[in-house]
């Protein structure tokens, strides 16, 4: 039977340590991953393979070629607010001579232990009328509906890149507290910018929402394929329209202060299938 080596790697921001299973040389996973975590699973077999599929935690984990037909990469993920547990990965290998494999394994999903954040805000953002209510519901709905829009082609080559250089002034994870309220937590980066600052695309993609939202203010939403999905808020001017090719360094829109905001600043975000992930997990992986 052939034999296969699968390898997950961890992002360089959060070091975990390393289990096995089966034959030391044949498996190596991470132990656990972090709520909001993103890392790349490398599979290595002893021979040329036609596809590669899998699912960590019951979402897709789309795996590409790499370097020689033996060789693929994909991303596995954890939802921010996904609670803390153990969850199953799942890879299967089809090999061009017929024969398949199927790995199983299990990743603890831990505590994300981030940090508390308390904020002071108007009651306009924090106390809602009919209309305001019925306005983010439905500006949920649009963004759920997006999210839950997977692109099976992979639409990046290079690694990604961050959209802005500036101090960031929000981390993402926070438990917030606005007015002394517990709210969701920040999922995000919020990156310092005086208004009118370029915001460049971190990689290859496609513009597939533009819209004004009441929160988030002018946002744009970029589809990178494989459920990877990056997004931008706050915004003073969007520079591309829906359906555009975009390509990494193009500049996509400029920094602005609408929405809830307290300051002009850039809001970055990242979606992996569905689940809430660190910018800077996908910023630092070697990504496929």
């Known amino acids: 039977m052939k034999r296969i080596l699968f390898i997950v790697f961890i992002s360089i921001v959060s070091l975990t340590c390393y289990s096995t299973a089966g034959l030391a040389s044949d498996i190596t996973y991470p132990a656990s991953i972090k709520q909001g975590g993103l890392d790349v699973v490398k599979i290595i077999g002893d021979g040329p393979i036609s596809s590669a599929t899998g699912s960590f ?29 153990d969850a199953r990965l799942r890879v299967e290998v089809e090999y061009t001579d017929g024969t398949s494999e199927v790995f199983s394994r299990m990743i603890s999903i831990v505590d994300g232990e981030y940090e508390t954040q308390h904020l002071t805000l108007d009651s306009k953002w924090t106390s809602y009328d009919e209309e305001t209510l019925a306005r983010i519901q439905r500006e949920n709905s649009i963004i759920g509906a997006l999210f839950k829009t997977e692109t099976t082609e992979k639409l990046w080559a290079e690694p990604f890149m961050m959209p802005l250089t500036g101090r960031i002034t929000g981390e993402f994870g926070l438990r917030r507290y606005i007015n002394g309220e517990a709210r969701s937590p920040h999922s995000g ?34 589809d990178h394929g494989q459920g990877l999905y990056t997004m931008y808020f706050h915004l003073s001017e969007v520079l591309v329209q829906e359906g555009d090719e975009i390509a990494q360094g193009d500049t996509i829109a400029l920094v602005g202060a609408t929405g809830r905001v307290t300051g002009a600043h850039l809001h970055f975000g990242v979606r992996h299938t569905n689940n809430k992930v660190n910018p800077w997990d996908l910023v630092n992986a070697l990504t496929p």
Do not use: C, K, W
């Open 189 to 222: 980066l919020d990156i310092s910018a005086v208004t009118g600052t370029p915001v460049l695309a971190p990689n290859d993609g496609r513009a597939v929402l533009v819209m004004d939202m009441f929160f988030s203010g002018l946002s744009l939403f970029i």
């Open 57 to 85: 935690n019951g979402r897709t984990v789309y795996l590409n070629p790499d370097a020689s037909d033996s060789e693929y990469l994909g991303l596995i993920s954890a939802h921010l607010q996904t609670d803390p547990a």
